[in-house]
């Protein structure tokens, strides 16, 4: 038994077993081939045997959700897309994972004013375990993200103490919490309201001509 | 051929249906009627020495000022242009067709401008029509398949127009 000595405590029990599944599972994370946009130029490049993702195990990129454990959300994602991402997300198989790779995905990024069409953040579609910033993120940071997923896989602890990582589906929900004489029931009244605010703050804030 | 000798043979093939000519441009232009426009693309694809096999592309421009300071100097009335651009490989020449309108349909928001389909003349037409209706909001009359090209089926507006609002929400997706 040469390749687990060491690596686990003496006493085999339940834990120990544990610490083996999560140490397997960490080892080989699968991720999905699923390039958006420019991003998934960066991925192909941690892919490849300059950055070799394939030192951290998870450099198998899986043709199909079935088989993949790690979503690398790699670009703008639109609204169009958004619903394909969540179906996609929904047909991976539990233990799933889910980097947002790009400031695209992380928050809209350079999308987030101007475009009609952009996902404000992949976060208000699907749970985002781990955010890499970047406009590419270099891949470097993109094995880093990979390296704090496998410490949250190692973290994991299933058997004794349930299932550990629930988070609720969407994480947030991409509004803003309002003082209450900002907010409504109803969005279109809520906002309104807020553009009011907006204007009379600018009118303050504006300097009068001498 | 140049572009002043290519209006001289448009004008002397449909001479009343020119608006408004341009040949000192860098793209030398002309403007029609949405009525006319069929007749003189078709008098450019087929008449002997033009040859324009080619549609380019089609373009939709939306001019309207938002910023009530700026109205005077804009030196535009609001209204929409659709531009179209031609090229020959044979003549290897270029041109360029444009065809004013109204933002909306009898000044009625919401009701979209029409002109007629080219794809008839250039099946080329097909998508590029599509995308104009998609963003900029036309009505290509006579169109075989007139469905949004970029943007999902249901979605409200065109985002190309100047007075476009965000949608706030999509699909329980926050918008803005």
């Known amino acids: 038994m040469g390749w687990v000595e060491g ?13 083996g599944i999560a140490w397997a599972r960490e080892s080989s994370m699968w991720p999905m081939t699923f390039g958006l946009a420019c991003c998934a130029i960066e991925m192909m490049a941690v892919g490849g045997p ?37 179906r996609l997300y929904n047909q991976m198989g539990d233990p799933k994972f889910v980097i947002a790779m790009g400031a695209c995905t992380c928050g809209g990024g350079p999308y987030y004013k101007y475009g ?19 406009c590419p993120p270099r891949p470097e940071a993109l094995l880093e ?31 803003v919490q309002l003082p209450p004489e900002l907010d409504d029931a109803d969005p279109v009244k809520a906002l309104e309201k807020q553009i009011a605010w907006a204007k009379l703050t600018k009118e303050k804030a504006t300097p009068t001509k001498a | 051929m140049t572009g002043a000798e290519i209006i001289a043979v448009l004008e002397t093939e449909c001479g009343s249906k020119i608006k408004s000519k341009s040949p000192e441009a860098i793209d030398p232009f002309v403007v029609v009627e949405p009525g006319d426009l069929l007749a003189v693309c ?8 033009l040859q324009f096999d080619m549609l380019n592309c089609i373009t939709g421009a939306d001019y309207l000022e938002l910023d009530p300071k700026k109205v005077a100097k804009a030196g535009f009335e609001p209204h929409m242009e659709v531009v179209y651009h031609f090229s020959s490989f044979d003549q290897k020449h270029r041109f360029v067709v444009k065809v004013m309108l109204p933002r909306w349909k ?20 097909d998508w590029l029509e599509r995308e104009v209706f998609d963003l900029s909001g036309v009505n290509f009359i006579g169109h075989p398949d007139l469905r949004r090209l970029l943007l999902a089926d249901d979605w409200v507006g065109h985002p190309l127009r100047k007075d476009y609002e965000f949608p706030l929400e999509y699909h329980g997706i926050r918008g803005r």
């Open chain 1, 116 to 134: 009609y069409n952009v996902v404000k953040g992949v976060d208000l579609v699907v749970p985002v375990d781990v955010y890499v910033p970047g």
């Open chain 2, 106 to 125: 009898d000044n009625q928001p919401g009701a979209l401008p029409e002109v007629p389909s080219l794809t008839t003349l250039f099946p080329a037409a």
């Open chain 1, 145 to 175: 993200g990979l390296m704090r997923i496998q410490d949250k896989v190692r973290g994991m602890r299933y058997l004794t103490k349930g299932k550990a990582i629930d988070l609720p589906i969407p994480a947030r929900t991409g509004y």
């Open chain 1, 50 to 86: 300059r950055y070799d993702i394939d030192r951290f195990g998870a450099g198998a990129f899986r043709a199909t959700p079935r088989q993949a454990d790690l979503m690398v959300v790699a670009g703008t994602v639109n609204m169009k897309m958004a619903s394909r991402v969540r």
């Open chain 1, 7 to 19: 690596r686990f405590e003496e006493n085999f029990f339940v834990t120990t077993i544990e610490q």
């Open chain 2, 42 to 49: 078709g008098v450019l694809r087929d008449f002997p020495r």
